[in-house]
């Protein structure tokens, strides 16, 4: 079959101007990027790469320094977009400091891992099950790549591609890994990201290798345990071999990528192979990798997915639980795994050009991915629970600080998000204001949105250009509209056709032409299929693609005293830059007869009243919850 | 002040002729210590105490058998209670044979522990916070009083002695561990036993020694833990010592046990010390003991008690959550953390003589003791949890199999928890059909009762003995009563006053004179605390003490999927030995479009059918509930 020719418009094409969207990403280049440039210095991650980084005598824990490259690549990764939109010398200045470091650090053979250069020489590539080296090779290439785009110096990308070199030979036929592959997948994508920039098709072929190594019998992961003969970084005590279902599904080695039929496992690494498979899916047309991509979407989208589109629910291994176990309070939703789901998502609409994809991309973005950080850029959190009984907060650091940085890179390149051009034109999948400019039959032209959203569903587009040019311009028709979207041209109502979650309107277009979409976009009370028990007898609340929950700083009383009044209409206040809902309800106060009681309850009518839950968590502590009780 | 006199009647005193608990007590007899000692000859244990036991070479996990002696020790002590009330020649030699072991395995210093002296020589008493020792003393000590008591002999007594006369020794003033304690409480209850079998009051004041060196700073546990140099048994790879406040909350050795205020850690090292606190307060009229114990009580029936009597909601540390955080589902309420539950409020209501405590022991005892085990008396649960997605089934056996015979031990010993006699009279706790005898002012007398309880509120007693004697006859009045309970006393309806949970006759008894007792018991509706997460929007069905729990063998749909009605009026029906309640409701589908929707939820009618909780998991594998959704 012909391959679709759908892609990202290249991020310096993409102009974000958005009441929504701009200070926040000014936030990050502002805050955030120096915040973490200070704790990185502070906590060592520059020092190590001088090899200058000793462990802490007084501190008898053993601490984790291996997977420190990828905290240093990610913010590279992420201050390369910022430059790419606007130029920071100051903050040039540190990035190519930190480059110096890294190449600084790269062996005379290419191998480039502080942990293993300084603190176990001659062991590395032995466990690649626990110690991340590619995964950290991962972060390097997508840094690399992201900083030669955004300022076409070659300092990094030079130093990754004879890294890059290096696993190839390892990797490869004859070489000493032949067969490996890193228990943490991100190299694989970050492979493709390195054909497209250099045109080195081994990349490519590299990266396909890694993944078809994967869940092949015999298990790599239990042969170099017994040739290295200890249980690996993450051992502990236990046995050599890690050969149980559960240890091998953790990290999706349990059974060939292409035979994988449910997500399970870590959810970062699980995502990032999914990412990557439907990388190859596209640039190979090979149809085995999309099914199972298909299959592993349906799986999680239908059974295993956070109404604020954070995946992940099980906190002990920091991955998925079984179908429908999606607990609130104790739930997890990792903030890099909703990232993760916002690389996959998109990489599958440029697959398969389904708006449905996009769909699950935009409800992780607004609302899973952003209550990562807080509202000054300075706070994080690492797992995102739908319920709080009022201890959980954000925090300025983590010892494993794998999401700070994750957060930053995707919105700095959230201009990769907003607009797809195929050969038939352009497809809006956000609706993000600002201008894209593309090139079609030799001409160029512009599209320009305007709108309030996430907070209205208005939106308007101009088209630019320098003559009228033919293309279809589709337009993303959200699964959260309340009623049936409108659209005009040029002041006139039109009709069109609804193809794969898009509004398609195929014309010639002139410049200046102007399309009014209207998306009815009134608040709602959402229920979740009554096999997850967390939102049993409870409703949440959502307007547009943003979920609401209820803190209790806005409230009569603790949250889990809530309740939402059956025939209760919300209404929308938009206030401080944020919609807030209201709704009516009642305060269902604690039994005076101890923990359980016989007899009906007595409840005090008041006003529920919510926040985005992106926002939530910025006014001190407090409970808070997603799924509220509906009244009795 | 003076001390209360009041004690459980001796277990021969008390002979249990009952429909519910006689063919229940059979089965332990006939099935369930057979297949437990069967367990311990195939597990090791027997093995272990002939210093014979191996690792298996093929099995690279270490495998743990510091705890083996505790297994046998409640095993005999189980055997003991039943050999009281029906001899049984095979299972008697087969108790004097794990006697003889034990017998042959104890050191000629009295030290008796297999896994130290046999794999650790040298490091006896080293390790007391991770390493069980004096826990597996503490259940010896228990097993020889209950086989003294059951048959005379003195072959386990004097074993015990001589390892209890060992520890007084060491960990008194001047002893190797002067200031210890165990980090799994235990024998401090024990202690209090021997002394009472013994009249050896050194016992005692071990027992309070151990129990009053918990908690005071220096910690013990962080002493020994620098001495030893490593992190202990259960220590991995982390720091020598562990001195967070979880990990000593963990324990119970955060705080001095007179200090502590709430019920932390792991659950069943918690009962088991606050056991031991209530028996010394009884026995020293310990006012600071009592107080701790009430005070710890009001914290774990208020915020930490399962509707089942199950207890220790946190899997992770197989202990206490924080207030009111009673998961259904993911919850662990272990089977022994019920059982030391039940110890604990029989010894706070000989404390205090407050019926409130019997409610609670009855609660646990009905429910989530009782659920422990299969109806054919040889397969158990670890954890008891209110909701299954459908995988949990009970298990043959466990590698740490404490559960199995602390079910054996208390079901063996049910006579104990049934009267108590005090300077007034005989109280009845549990109603439970046979006879009590028991002696006031030198002559004999006795109460029969006969009932269908559980299953019905209905209750005669008859009084027997050898000429007409006063005594105040109290009876409990279970919380759980629906209505104004009545008393006749031969036919004649008679007034009475309740004091302190318990109806009063007291009066001058003739032989043959008859109670009627009718304790109202109608099937409600229970709802918890709104603080209580999992149960939100939900209920629970319960008739007099016996929590019900809805299976999905008996009803139309999966268990999420049903609601029920809000207008449901509770029915009964009594089949194959169980009540079933069945109640109106519905089944609520999955959404056809997806896991998230928005709009009303269509319901089909239907009639939604419970069994006992304790009943569960009988009859093949599927989802069940004890909180149930009412319908929208």
Same mark, same amino acid.
């Given at each position: 079959m012909s391959q679709p020719h759908r892609s990202s418009l290249p991020i310096p094409d993409v102009v974000i101007a958005d009441e929504f969207w701009s200070p926040r990403r000014e936030t990050v280049r502002a805050e955030t990027l120096p915040h973490q440039e200070e704790r990185l210095r502070d906590g060592g991650q520059f020092a190590a790469l001088r090899f200058?980084?000793?462990?802490?005598?007084?501190?008898?824990? $053993?601490? @984790?320094?291996i997977f420190w490259e990828s905290d240093v690549a990610k913010w590279i990764e992420a201050a390369g977009y910022a430059l790419a939109s606007r130029p920071d010398p100051g903050l040039e200045a540190a990035v190519d400091e930190a480059i110096a470091l890294l190449a600084g650090a790269q062996q005379d053979d290419g191998y &480039?891992?502080?942990?293993?250069?300084?603190?176990?020489?001659?062991?590395? @590539?032995?466990?690649?099950? #626990?110690?991340? $080296?590619?995964?950290?090779?991962?972060?390097?290439?997508?840094?690399?790549?992201?900083?030669?785009?955004?300022?076409?110096?070659?300092?990094?990308?030079?130093?990754?591609?004879?890294?890059?070199?290096?696993?190839?030979?390892?990797?490869?036929?004859?070489?000493?890994?032949?067969?490996?592959y890193c228990g943490h997948?991100?190299?694989?994508?970050?492979?493709?990201?390195?054909?497209?920039?250099?045109?080195?098709?081994?990349?490519?072929?590299? =990266?396909?290798?890694?993944?078809?190594?994967?869940?092949?019998?015999?298990?790599?992961?239990?042969?170099?345990?017994?040739?290295?003969?200890?249980a690996g970084y993450f051992g502990g005590q236990g046995s050599v071999v890690r050969a149980d279902r559960r240890s091998r599904e953790y990290n999706q080695s349990h059974a060939p990528v292409r035979e994988q039929t449910e997500a399970v496992g870590h959810s970062v690494r699980a995502m990032y192979q999914y990412a990557?498979?439907?990388?190859?899916? %596209? $640039? &190979?047309?090979?149809?085995?990798?999309?099914?199972?991509?298909?299959?592993?979407?349906?799986?999680?989208?239908?059974?295993?997915?956070?109404?604020?589109?954070?995946?992940?629910?099980?906190?002990?291994?920091?991955?998925?639980?079984?179908?429908?176990?999606?607990?609130?309070?104790?739930?997890?939703?990792?903030?890099c795994a909703a990232i993760g789901l916002v690389f996959w998502a998109h990489r599958m609409m440029l697959l398969t050009g389904e708006a449905?994809?996009? !769909?699950?991309?935009?409800?992780?973005?607004?609302n899973g991915v952003l209550s990562?950080? =807080?509202? !000054?850029?300075?706070?994080?959190?690492?797992?995102?629970?739908?319920? =709080?009984?009022?201890?959980?907060?954000?925090?300025?650091? @983590? #010892?494993?600080?794998?999401?700070?940085p994750n957060l930053a890179r995707l919105l700095t390149s959230l201009e990769e998000y907003v607009y797809v051009a195929d050969d038939a034109g352009l497809a809006v999948n956000l609706y993000v204001s600002g201008t894209a400019r593309f090139t079609r039959e030799g001409r160029h032209a512009s599209v320009t949105q305007r709108?309030?959203?996430?907070?209205?569903?208005?939106?308007?587009?101009?088209?630019?250009?320098?003559?009228?040019?033919?293309?279809?311009?589709? %337009?993303?028709?959200?699964?959260?509209?309340?009623?049936?979207?409108?659209?005009?041209?040029?002041?006139?109502?039109?009709?069109f056709a609804v193809e794969r979650g898009y509004a398609v309107l195929d014309r010639t277009w002139a410049p200046g032409d102007r399309v009014d979409l209207v998306l009815p976009m009134a608040p709602v009370l959402v229920r979740a299929d009554p096999r997850v028990a967390a939102a049993h007898g409870k409703v949440a609340l959502?307007?547009?693609?943003?979920?609401?929950?209820?803190? $209790?700083?806005d409230n009569a009383a603790p949250v889990p005293h809530l309740v939402i009044a059956r025939d209760g209409e919300p209404a929308v206040e938009h206030r401080d830059g944020l919609d807030r809902i209201t709704v009516a309800g009642a305060v269902d106060a604690p039994a005076a007869g101890g923990l359980y009681r016989t007899g009906t309850t007595a409840l005090r009518p008041t006003e529920v009243r919510t926040v985005p839950y992106f926002a939530w968590a910025n006014r001190g502590k407090g409970t808070m919850a997603v799924w509220v009780r509906e009244a009795p």
């Open positions: 200058e980084w000793r462990p802490d005598p007084h501190d008898d824990r $053993e601490r @984790f320094p &480039l891992n502080a942990y293993f250069t300084a603190i176990k020489p001659g062991k590395r @590539f032995t466990d690649l099950r #626990d110690a991340h $080296e590619l995964y950290c090779a991962g972060h390097l290439i997508e840094a690399a790549v992201a900083h030669f785009q955004a300022t076409g110096k070659t300092s990094l990308l030079d130093v990754v591609r004879r890294y890059a070199d290096l696993i190839d030979r390892e990797f490869g036929p004859g070489g000493s890994c032949e067969g490996g997948q991100e190299i694989e994508l970050a492979l493709v990201k390195l054909f497209r920039a250099t045109g080195e098709r081994r990349y490519l072929d590299l =990266s396909l290798r890694l993944l078809d190594n994967r869940g092949k019998a015999p298990f790599y992961f239990d042969e170099e345990a017994r040739e290295r003969g200890d990557a498979m439907a990388d190859l899916a %596209l $640039e &190979l047309g090979d149809q085995g990798l999309r099914e199972a991509c298909e299959r592993l979407w349906r799986d999680l989208v239908g059974t295993k997915l956070y109404v604020t589109g954070g995946i992940g629910a099980d906190p002990s291994i920091e991955g998925f639980g079984p179908a429908f176990h999606l607990p609130d309070g104790d739930g997890y939703a990792e903030t449905t994809y996009a !769909d699950v991309l935009e409800r992780a973005l607004y990562g950080v =807080s509202a !000054d850029g300075t706070a994080y959190f690492y797992g995102n629970p739908l319920a =709080s009984d009022g201890t959980v907060e954000r925090s300025d650091w @983590f #010892d494993c600080a794998c999401c700070p709108s309030a959203y996430p907070w209205d569903g208005a939106v308007a587009l101009t088209v630019g250009g320098e003559a009228p040019l033919a293309f279809a311009l589709r %337009l993303r028709i959200p699964e959260w509209t309340t009623g049936e979207p409108a659209i005009a041209v040029n002041g006139e109502p039109a009709s959502q307007k547009g693609p943003i979920v609401h929950c209820v803190e $209790e700083v």
